[in-house]
C-alpha cells in the first residue's frame, strides 16, 4: 500500500495544537503555519518578513523564533552553528509536532520527547508563576541558566 500523502493542513493543524505557544509567540507560529509550503512542512522566512506580517516588533519576533526552537516547535534545516548570521537573511525551519520525536528533532531535545519536548518551557513557565512581574523572555532565560 502506498504511502499516506502528505496533507498540509492537518499537520499544521496538528503543529498549532502541540504547542504551548501563547499570545504573541502563538501569532508568530500562525505566521510561519500560514506561510509554510504547501506540500512539505517547511517554511522560509525572514524576521522582516514576519515583523511586516504580525506587526510585531523585531525584538519580539526575535523572542518567539528563539522560543519555538528551544520548545521544538520549529527545526532550523541548517544547524546554527553553520548559519551565517546578516540582517535580512531568510532562515528555512522544519515545522514539527512537539513530542513527536524523529530524526528531525534537534539533537539536543532527542531524550525530552518522552516528556513533551517542552522542559525548558515549563520551567519558564513555572518562574513565571512564581514571578508574577517578570517577562516570559527574562523567564525564558533564568530557566536556561538553571539548566
Known amino acids: ?3 499516506k500523502p502528505y496533507s498540509h493542513a492537518s499537520h499544521i493543524d496538528k503543529v498549532l495544537k502541540a504547542s504551548a505557544a501563547r499570545n504573541s ?10 506561510m ?3 506540500d512539505r512542512p517547511e517554511v522560509t522566512a525572514s524576521k522582516a518578513q514576519l515583523v511586516q506580517s504580525t506587526g510585531y516588533t523585531r525584538r ?14 520549529i527545526v532550523p534545516t541548517v544547524p546554527l552553528q553553520d548559519f551565517v548570521p546578516g540582517r535580512g537573511k531568510a532562515v528555512t525551519y522544519r515545522l514539527h509536532v512537539v513530542g513527536q520525536g524523529g530524526e528531525d528533532a534537534p ?14 518551557v515549563a520551567l519558564a ?6 514571578n508574577p512581574g517578570m517577562t516570559f523572555s527574562d523567564c525564558l532565560t533564568a530557566a536556561k541558566a538553571l539548566q
Do not use: H, Y
Open 1 to 3: 500500500m502506498a504511502a
Open 25 to 34: 509567540v502563538r501569532l508568530v507560529l500562525c505566521a510561519l503555519c500560514r
Open 125 to 130: 513557565n513555572t518562574i513565571q508563576a512564581e
Open 60 to 73: 519580539t519576533v526575535q523572542l518567539a523564533l528563539q522560543w519555538l526552537r528551544e520548545e521544538g516547535s
Open 107 to 120: 539533537p539536543d531535545r532527542a531524550q525530552d520527547a518522552g516528556q513533551g519536548g517542552r522542559s525548558l
Open 36 to 38: 509554510a509550503k504547501f
